[in-house]
């Protein structure tokens, strides 16, 4: 039993049902990390989930703890790996960047999975995070609402400080923010623009490349 990866292979439908019910949230976050999405080279996506990311993003491999979402990457032409984020199984500097979107909240060892993206990133490669603010209006939310959330209960939510210091920390710099979702989720019925930096929005986007 892995209490963090087990909701996600039990209640793969409810998760994808987001995407679907939050379309103008989803393709917000998906514009913010468009922006910073680097235009060419091979990615990888940890926690690649269902592919909501990655498919329309244009990566071609994904890695993720759950079988069960991985087998929604398929029909998107995404080479789905099983395997965990501080443990990756592919190669020193095998890829150009690498994103993690939604993740960073839910892998026992944040440290360990930036040290692992920096092994398997190329020299100057850039690796991409994207997450909901734990200091924003929505990451409270999330953090006082967890216990009734089936992903959230043991999720452990970052403020934009906290991952620009494991970033730092980790031999990553150079880093660009941006931001997206101002509203709460139920009163976002449009696309929302991105913005640069962090503070304002509850989803931001950080890009960082090896210090």
């Known amino acids: 039993m892995n209490a963090k990866r ?3 292979d039990t209640h793969h439908e409810r998760y994808e049902s987001w995407f679907t019910h939050h379309p103008a949230a989803y393709q917000s976050e998906l514009s913010a990390v468009r922006a910073l999405l680097p235009g060419k080279g091979r990615g990888l996506e940890i926690g690649v989930g269902t592919g909501r990311f990655a498919g329309p993003l244009g990566i071609k491999i994904g890695i993720d703890p759950s ?3 991985l087998g929604y990457t398929i029909p998107l032409g995404i080479l789905g790996v099983q395997g965990i984020a501080e443990a990756l199984p592919f190669k020193n500097a095998t890829f150009d960047f690498a994103l993690v979107v939604t993740t960073i909240c839910f892998v026992d060892d944040p440290k360990a999975m930036l040290l692992e993206a ?3 990133l190329k020299p100057g490669g850039l690796l991409l ?4 603010d734990r200091d924003s209006a929505l990451g409270r939310y ?5 216990e009734e959330n089936v992903f ?3 999720a452990i939510f970052y403020s934009a400080s906290e991952v620009e210091t494991l970033l730092t920390d980790e031999g990553f710099g150079h880093q660009t923010w941006v931001q997206t979702l101002s509203k709460p989720l139920n009163e976002i019925q449009e696309i929302e623009p991105f913005h640069a930096g962090r503070g304002r929005c509850g989803f ?3 890009s ?3 210090s």
């Open 118 to 120: 920096r092994r398997v």
């Open 129 to 132: 995070i994207g997450f909901v």
């Open 152 to 154: 959230y209960r043991e």
């Open 6 to 8: 087990d909701p996600f």
């Open 208 to 210: 960082a490349a090896e």
């Open 142 to 146: 999330y953090v006082e609402h967890k």
């Open 204 to 206: 931001v986007v950080v």
């Open 67 to 69: 079988k069960t979402m």
